[in-house]
């Protein structure tokens, strides 16, 4: 008997052929993207007679939740979402689907799809899936409850006639590991409520260990952050670190599958291990020291997430986790990282620890020497910034463009050809603290200042494309697929936004003034 059946979404078991950004393509319009080319990058995990052979790392934490909260091994299966309907029968009683981004709101999607007027890949693939579940359960008359987990249950709140019109019975977020066992029993007996939401946090002994390989080699190594952002859901957790002998129990499992490469998850790496709770001053030694731990088992590691500041302020990590890597021109080590605004001012007001240890005054310093210094040691940042932030001024997103400029011209002269970064402009969504704000509106919303933040941060991202691609997928022949199709759509998004600035009179291409700050030494060379 299979009784709980848990799946995700298509667009999290995509590889996208092990090229880099391209797991964004998901927050691409279908309009825009024809589903031919789609499918052609969407390479999906391996699965045997429907099984996952590595799955996302949230389904392999429910899958452990639930085996340790006495379900039954052969009760609980992790399923691939183009051949669930095999596992279902009368006596399934929960299909449990994970999703990132069902509707489309996400940050990324919204900037993406004009605001959410076209259809991204994610609500299209999503809502798919439970088309069909909704539809094969009316089909052979099953009772099965449509469970959705996700850190985005608030979409589910917020387009509430979807969702029932979809079918879906319940919608579970927050951390669940240590209360997992229970909801899904509740759901089972008729008594849980439509709309779930945990806001308990388990203590790193009732998170339990994945059972089954997960996908990229994905390891959890803390909870929460610590840096308390405004807009940022993971920073309002209490931040817990995974002892180095939890995370390297995960590694084994999926050593046991030949996954020699590790993607160590927080949101903030420099901040593992972390005592001063003050100045978040990293942790070097606990932060080197879990690197050498798990690279003396594995091939290649990286961090999922950090933060400039960490990195100008602990630039030995950067140096010691590229010798252990064996970084260089052709093999760097990615990182994605808030960039957020060039504004000292906002910085301030939204996110006042993200510049510890340095100071709210120092931000377009910090995010300048920061990258000077991922760069220096081979580590390649993958930025955000949000355009409409609650209290942008004008000045604020020109200064934003500013910086990106002047990151541009200063790296390039000091570092030449090592000198690589995107920035990827966000539209604001009300999120932690800041949800009582409005969503960011690209049509009310736009300004001036606003335009050049997105241009610059996408004609950059366009160079890069042309000149940084092909350093971080050397050796991946996808890249010969890819490469022409990103080129053309990168310069398509830079003429369009050219286009649209100049029939609202904006000259996007007249040049700016670059910020007057400068890049400052930092010791240390690979050897």
């Known amino acids: 008997m299979v009784r709980i059946v848990l799946t995700s979404d298509p667009s999290l078991t995509s590889t996208f052929r092990n090229i880099p950004l391209l797991d964004f393509l998901p927050c ?53 979402p183009k051949k669930i309907e095999k596992f279902i029968d009368e006596r399934t009683t929960i299909v449990g689907v994970n999703t990132m981004d069902p509707y489309g709101l996400g940050p990324v999607t919204l900037m993406f799809t004009e605001g959410g007027k076209k259809t991204s890949y994610s609500k299209y693939l999503f809502t798919s899936l439970i088309k069909r579940l909704r539809d094969f359960r009316a089909k052979k008359g099953h009772k099965f409850k449509i469970v959705v987990g996700c850190q985005a249950g608030w979409q589910f709140e917020l387009k509430q006639e979807l969702t029932e019109k979809l079918g879906i019975d319940h919608v579970i977020w927050g951390e669940t590991e ?9 759901i089972e007996s008729g008594g849980a409520d439509r709309f779930i939401k945990i806001k308990s946090w388990p203590k790193i002994e009732d998170i339990p260990e994945v059972v089954n390989p997960t996908f990229k080699g994905m390891v959890e190594v803390m909870r929460g952050c610590g840096r308390g952002c405004r807009f940022c859901s993971p920073n309002l957790r209490t931040a817990r670190f995974y002892p180095s002998e939890k995370i390297l129990r995960e590694i084994d499992v999926n050593l046991s ?5 590790a993607w160590l998850h927080s949101e903030d790496i420099f901040n593992y291990m972390v005592k001063d709770r003050r100045n978040f001053y990293p942790n070097e030694d606990a932060v080197i020291d879990l690197f050498e731990k798990v690279l003396s088992k594995v091939d290649f ?23 252990l890597d064996n970084a260089n021109l052709n093999k760097w080590v990615g990182i994605q990282v808030g960039f957020e605004t060039a504004s000292p001012e906002l910085i301030k007001r939204i996110a006042n620890n993200k510049m510890k240890p340095f100071s709210a005054e120092e931000w377009p310093w910090v995010l300048l020497n920061g990258t000077y210094a991922f760069n220096k040691f081979y580590w390649f940042p993958a930025y955000t910034s949000i355009v ?12 934003t463009a500013r910086l990106i400029i002047t990151m541009e011209k200063k790296l390039y002269e000091k570092l030449g050809e090592k000198a690589h970064f995107t920035v990827t402009p966000l539209g604001f969504v009300p999120m932690a603290s800041l949800k009582e704000n409005d969503f960011f509106d690209i049509d009310q919303h736009l300004t001036k200042g606003r335009i050049l933040h997105i241009y610059h941060a996408w004609r950059h991202l366009a160079w890069e494309v042309d000149h940084g691609l092909r350093r971080v997928t050397k050796g991946n022949p996808n890249f010969l697929i890819f490469a ?11 003429r369009s936004i050219r286009r649209w600035a100049s029939k609202k009179g904006i000259d996007v291409d007249k040049p700016l003034e670059p910020m007057d700050i400068r890049i400052e030494e930092i010791e240390g060379e690979l050897k």
């Open 484 to 494: 022409p199709l990103a080129k053309m759509g990168s310069k398509l998004v830079v």
């Open 28 to 80: 691409a319009p279908v309009e825009n993207v024809p589903k031919f080319i789609y499918k052609l990058l969407d390479s999906q995990l391996p699965d045997k007679d429907g099984i996952l052979i590595q799955a996302p790392y949230a389904i392999r934490k429910v899958e452990a939740a639930l085996l340790r909260h006495g379900f039954k091994r052969g009760e609980v299966v992790v399923a691939h």
């Open 388 to 399: 409409g932030l609650p209290g942008e001024t004008d000045e604020d997103a020109i200064d």
């Open 257 to 261: 599958a030949e996954q020699r490469t």
């Open 178 to 186: 240590h209360v997992v066992g229970d909801i899904f029993r509740d």
């Open 301 to 323: 590691a990286n961090p999922t997430h950090g933060t400039a500041a960490g990195a100008l302020a602990a630039p030995r990590i950067l140096k010691r986790v590229a010798e």
